[in-house]
């Protein structure tokens, strides 16, 4: 499984735009990125997930450039409710088990 | 949104006893999964399961656990006899098949405390 790093901490303001960089040199050909956001004693919730380019949902960006190397979680006008930790998961998606081995994440605090 | 639900939502137990965590993971999918995450630490893998089997466990998975589909809806985790470390969050997850990959979705965890 590729290995991921990630900032261990970061910090933000309310209404600005967050993004958090997570490097897979090692990345497979067969591999997916996911992202993952937590809150205290709650469960790792699904953000988004990609394979190369850029992916957008209602909550976040995705952007993987071409070498798939590296990947940009983009949080468009952060909330303090966005306060969380984040997780980059890179794993093999083609068949139908995959098995995540989550990181220490990187820890955002969105300040007032 | 179809989600994992997990029950109970506390636990506290007396150290030796034999805990049952019970899941319910979302209808349609196919693979099952346990995580636990220790107080202040990272999110750690336990086990898969799939076809009825395990199909992958980590070292912290030995024998004294277990997991069961015992009928068509619940997943379940058993610890035998519970240490004073098995205190943590466990949390249930499952995923399906799909054409572009297979999200796994996690329940809002067990939190279990062994005394």
């Known amino acids: 499984l590729a290995k991921t790093t990630q900032p261990i901490s970061m910090d933000s303001y309310e209404g600005q735009e967050v993004n958090i960089t997570c490097s897979h040199n090692?990345?497979?050909?067969?591999?997916?990125i996911t992202w993952y956001q937590q809150f205290p004693s709650q469960g790792p919730r699904f953000i988004i997930q990609g394979y190369k380019t850029k992916v957008t949902n209602e909550v976040a960006s995705l952007f993987i450039p071409a070498d798939r190397k590296s990947s940009t979680l983009s949080l468009p006008r952060v909330s303090l409710s966005d306060t969380a930790v984040y997780y980059c998961?890179?794993?093999?998606?083609?068949?139908?088990?995959?098995?995540?081995?989550f990181g220490a994440g990187t820890r955002l605090a969105v300040h007032p | 949104e179809p989600e994992v639900t997990q029950t109970p939502s506390h636990q506290v137990t007396q150290m030796g006893q034999e805990v049952i965590l019970r899941c319910v993971p979302i209808s349609n999918h196919l693979y099952f999964y346990w995580y636990r995450q220790i107080l202040g630490q990272k999110v750690e893998f336990l086990v898969s399961f799939y076809n009825n089997e395990i199909s992958e466990k980590s070292e912290i998975f030995d024998d004294q656990f277990s997991v069961e589909r015992p009928d068509g809806s619940n997943f379940t985790l058993k610890i035998r006899s519970t240490k004073l470390e098995d205190s943590a969050m466990y949390f249930c997850?499952?995923?399906?098949?799909?054409?572009?990959?297979?999200?796994?979705?996690f329940g809002e965890g067990s939190w279990l405390t062994v005394v």
């Open positions: 090692n990345i497979a050909t067969n591999d997916y």
């Open positions: 997850a499952s995923s399906g098949v799909g054409s572009y990959g297979n999200t796994i979705y």
């Open positions: 998961l890179v794993g093999d998606r083609t068949g139908g088990y995959n098995k995540l081995i």
